[in-house]
Nanobody, 119 residues
């Protein structure tokens, strides 16, 4: 199974921005659908955003208008631009390839990258 590596997390104040990256060992052309999930303590992992190879996107209602998912198939990297961050966005963020832009993770989970939104 493909192993993805997430990076770019950190501590940010409310209203701030972060960009997460997800790298793969193979070309992203191998993965039609990819996405970002997040998980906070005591909660289930939830889909944040999904994207197809044709750049069709899907976002959870809680992040619409604030987060942007994108992919660079040449650099083998998936991105999540996060703006106007809120404390409730605090979580570990993971990427994976999906069954569709609406979810259905197919690969194994990586280490994730921690995002903490706090003043």
């Amino acid at each position: 199974q493909e192993q993805f590596v997430e990076s770019g997390g950190g501590l940010v104040q409310p209203g701030g921005s972060l960009t997460l990256s997800c790298s793969a060992s193979r070309s992203l052309w191998n993965f039609v659908y990819m996405g970002w999930y997040r998980q906070s303590p005591g909660k289930e992992r939830e889909l944040v955003a999904g994207i197809s190879s044709a750049d069709k996107t899907n976002y959870d209602d809680s992040v619409k208008g604030r987060f942007t998912i994108s992919r660079d198939n040449i650099k083998n990297t998936l991105y999540l631009q996060m703006n106007s961050l809120k404390p409730e966005d605090t979580a570990a963020y993971y990427c994976n390839h999906l069954l569709s832009v609406y979810g259905g993770p197919l690969g194994s989970w990586g280490q994730g990258t921690q995002v903490t939104v706090s003043s």
